[in-house]
């Protein structure tokens, strides 16, 4: 199993990770390319503000998208960094 590491990398998830992806299809070295079995699909959501790689993301303002863990919609796989930049959340 593996998680958001940072802006689309990922490592071995921890224990009840938050951050959880999907399943490696192989061994990998860190910093090589890796094939991951996701269980969702990516949508490019504009941001309601800042949102860490890896940060749970719940709807914002007008179909925004914002971190929280209150209605969780997916896990960032990229980072925003100011409102109305576009972040890649895969949906849960």
């Known amino acids: 199993a593996v998680e958001v590491t940072g802006d689309r990398t990922v490592g071995p998830a921890g224990p009840g990770s938050t951050k959880y992806v999907g399943v490696a299809g192989h061994s990998a070295a860190a910093g090589s390319k890796l094939v991951v079995h996701v269980r969702g699909q990516v949508q490019r959501i504009k941001s309601a503000g800042v ?36 972040v890649q959340v895969l949906d849960r």
Do not use: N, S
């Open 51 to 86: 949102i860490a790689a890896g940060a749970l993301v719940e709807t914002g303002a007008a179909g925004t998208a914002a971190a929280g863990t209150t209605a969780p919609i997916g896990v960032a796989l990229t980072a925003a960094a100011k409102a109305g930049d576009l």
